[in-house]
């Protein structure tokens, strides 16, 4: 089980092979280190050696010039030379050359050949105003020379061929030879013991981290990243040898879900709920065979994957795991009832992917717990609308970044007049496989999102550019935005608000936030808060959908609402249900008493027109006029100054 845990953390098969050339790589360098530096001290100390004796010999020549006169002084420097050096040198002679210039009696010595003279007095030019002595190459010959001042302010430059320096980096040279041979293959043996040694300590690091990575620690079964490893390597090799055909036995995922952990938990504390679920495991484990693995995947999810199961012996599996957890766990004396929804997808027969039967083993898994059904099998049929939904959730990012989400605008009218005093906007999907998609799919599922406070922003964001758009064609437009309850929980929501009307330049007069009844009260304090903040930055608050929620009138009348709605629940039928008119007629009245702007939701013929205008209605809003349009149908309208009528 634990050799193929996880592509992630396999065996590096060339690292010990890597590490060897990365040591005797060190090594190498190393020993070029010890070769170069050796060398260089060999050549230095040559160097030294030469000057230091070039630098006596001249001083006596000095010495000799300051002391006596110029043709005793050449006799004498010349018998030492002559005594010194050989006259006619062979290769293994040492050779000079003695030169005194800027003397009225300026004079040389040398038993160079005549080319290799004339090319060392040549040089003299240069080294008369260079520095005092040096190291320098004559026909491929090293020469060490000396440049003294005698009393007289005259300039002794004197040559002389330094065999010392060959000598000792041909003396070094075959020694450095020998002993970077014998050190780089020490080096290289202990590159090979090192890296061996490391090798192993790195790959029982890496063991004991795969094992951990793949392990839950909890109780010590396999994770969801083994898993997920074990599973796709099983089914490639299914796949490659063709054992995935219509027998229908290529393997099975059990998706295992503890009833009411949840209670557990809440009752008991985590502690107790942390040894329920390694009891759960050690409960279950003894029940399976070996090629059955039981897998946590988090919290009190189980998984088990098989590669050899079909429906009926994966059904026969979750029946023994049922029939196992009719007896009751005992922890400290509690004696608690674990009993699993378990949801089963096939191999195959559902999908050839991991995914894919891992999704359809959940669906399978939570119709199982509603219908308390112990064990359910996934069907085709099953978890159509959930998918839907599913695939729509995972797109809504996209949309909003790629602008799929458009706004269409339901006109609100003054009954009296017919003119249209505002328009409320409402979203429509444009997706681009399933077409224009209905708000009561989507707006749900954006709302148990992490989605949602970025969607209303984009929705406001859209709604104020084109109220500040109809501004610039000088028609004013107040835009009412229906916003979730949620973004009131939001501490940044009205400041963003704020911060969108400024960017557009837009007074916060022409927008108007629309919440439901139900949602206001859902958080009382909290919306009353957000609400009172909208206020104070210009934004006029509607309650829509009033007289469907279950909130008292005192809490709406802390709301302090600016407009109220009347749901089109009550105005569709209020001509012929005496309940629902009497409802719409205390509303409109109760409004009228608050101060409250009233608008009726629904209108769909001049019947019910007529009625809302006898009761005092002041606006209206319904098919009956119109459905919503877009932007520039509204813009028609108000350049046409329609009236609808009335």
């Known amino acids: 089980m634990h050799s193929n845990s996880t592509t992630a953390l396999d065996r590096d098969p060339y690292f010990q092979l890597r590490l060897v050339c990365v040591c005797v790589g060190v090594a190498i360098v190393v020993s070029?280190?010890?070769?170069?530096?050796?060398?260089?001290?060999?050549?230095?100390?040559?160097?030294?050696?030469?000057?230091?004796?070039?630098?006596?010999?001249?001083?006596?020549?000095?010495?000799?010039?300051?002391?006596?006169e110029i043709e005793q002084s050449k006799i004498r420097i010349e018998a030492v030379l002559n005594k010194n050096y050989a006259a006619n040198p062979s290769e293994n002679n040492a050779t000079y050359s003695f030169f005194l210039f800027n003397s009225p009696d300026a004079f040389s010595f040398t038993n160079l050949p005549p080319q290799t003279s004339n090319k060392a007095l040549e040089k003299t030019s240069v080294l008369v105003n260079e520095d005092n002595q040096g190291i320098i190459n004559i026909d491929n010959k090293t020469f060490a020379w000396?440049?003294?001042?005698?009393?007289?302010?005259?300039?002794?430059?004197?040559?002389?061929?330094?065999?010392?320096?060959?000598?000792?980096l041909n003396y070094i040279t075959k020694r450095l030879i020998v002993t970077s041979i014998i050190t780089f293959w020490i080096a290289v043996w202990l590159a090979l013991f090192l890296a061996t040694w490391i090798n192993k300590k790195v790959q029982k690091k890496n063991d004991d981290l795969a094992h951990i990575a793949t392990h839950d620690v909890l109780t010590k079964l396999p994770n969801r990243l083994h898993l997920f490893s074990k599973c796709r390597t099983e089914i490639k090799e299914l796949i490659s040898q063709n054992k995935i055909d219509s027998n229908k036995t290529s393997g099975a995922i059990l998706q295992l879900n503890l009833n009411s952990f949840k209670e557990v938990n809440d009752a008991y504390g985590h502690a107790i709920g942390d040894k329920v679920l390694i009891k759960f495991a050690q409960t279950i484990q003894p029940i399976l065979s070996k090629k059955e693995i039981l897998v946590r995947m988090s919290g009190d999810e189980f998984i088990i994957w098989s590669k050899g199961l079909n429906e009926a012996s994966a059904l026969k599996i979750a029946e023994r795991i049922l029939d196992t957890c009719t007896n009751r766990i005992v922890i400290h004396d509690l004696s608690i009832?674990?009993?699993?929804?378990?949801?089963?997808?096939?191999?195959?027969?559902?999908?050839?992917?991991?995914?894919?039967?891992?999704?359809?083993?959940?669906?399978?898994?939570?119709?199982?717990?509603?219908?308390?059904?112990?064990?359910?099998?996934?069907?085709?049929?099953?978890?159509?609308?959930?998918?839907?939904e599913a695939k729509l959730r995972s797109d809504i990012s996209e949309a909003?970044?790629?602008?799929?989400?458009?706004?269409?605008?339901?006109?609100k009218v003054d009954t009296q007049t017919g003119k249209i005093i505002g328009v409320e906007a409402l979203a429509r999907w444009e997706h681009p496989i399933e077409g224009i998609i209905s708000p009561i799919h989507f707006i749900p599922l954006i709302e148990k999102s992490v989605h949602i406070h970025k969607f209303t922003r984009y929705v406001i964001e859209k709604a104020i550019m084109q109220a500040k758009q109809w501004q610039l064609q000088d028609i004013d437009m107040v835009i009412a935005v229906n916003i979730s309850p949620y973004n009131l929980l939001d501490i940044n929501f009205v400041q963003d608000i704020q911060t969108i009307l400024t960017r557009h330049n837009l007074s916060s007069s022409s927008l108007e936030i629309e919440?439901?009844?139900?949602?206001?009260?859902?958080?009382?304090?909290?919306?009353?808060?957000?609400?009172?903040?909208?206020?104070?930055?210009?934004?006029?608050?509607?309650?829509?959908?009033?007289?469907?929620?279950?909130?008292?009138?005192?809490?709406?009348?802390?709301?302090?609402?600016?407009?109220?709605?009347?749901?089109?629940?009550?105005?569709?039928?209020?001509?012929?249900?005496?309940?629902?008119?009497?409802?719409?007629e205390a509303i409109i009245h109760l409004s009228n008493r608050l101060n409250w702007t009233v608008v009726a939701e629904g209108v769909e013929s001049q019947e019910q027109l007529n009625t809302l205008k006898s009761l005092g209605c002041p606006y209206a809003q319904g098919y009956y006029f119109n459905r919503p349009l877009p932007a520039d149908k509204i813009s028609t309208l108000m350049a046409d100054n329609i009236a609808y009528p009335v």
């Open 32 to 68: 070029i280190i010890y070769i170069v530096v050796v060398y260089k001290i060999a050549s230095d100390i040559g160097s030294s050696t030469e000057l230091n004796a070039i630098s006596t010999e001249a001083t006596n020549f000095q010495y000799v010039l300051d002391t006596h």
């Open 146 to 168: 000396i440049r003294l001042k005698t009393k007289n302010n005259a300039d002794i430059i004197f040559f002389k061929s330094a065999q010392s320096i060959p000598l000792a």
């Open 337 to 388: 009832e674990v009993i699993p929804s378990i949801g089963i997808a096939l191999l195959f027969q559902h999908g050839t992917d991991l995914d894919t039967i891992m999704t359809y083993a959940d669906l399978a898994m939570h119709q199982a717990k509603s219908n308390r059904l112990g064990s359910y099998v996934y069907n085709e049929t099953l978890g159509a609308t959930y998918l839907y």
């Open 400 to 411: 909003i970044k790629q602008e799929q989400i458009f706004l269409l605008y339901q006109p």
């Open 515 to 584: 919440l439901t009844e139900t949602a206001m009260m859902s958080n009382i304090s909290s919306t009353k808060l957000s609400l009172i903040e909208l206020q104070k930055i210009g934004v006029s608050i509607a309650i829509d959908d009033f007289g469907t929620g279950l909130s008292s009138l005192s809490y709406i009348s802390q709301l302090n609402a600016d407009v109220i709605k009347i749901d089109r629940s009550f105005v569709m039928d209020m001509n012929t249900n005496k309940h629902n008119f009497a409802i719409v």
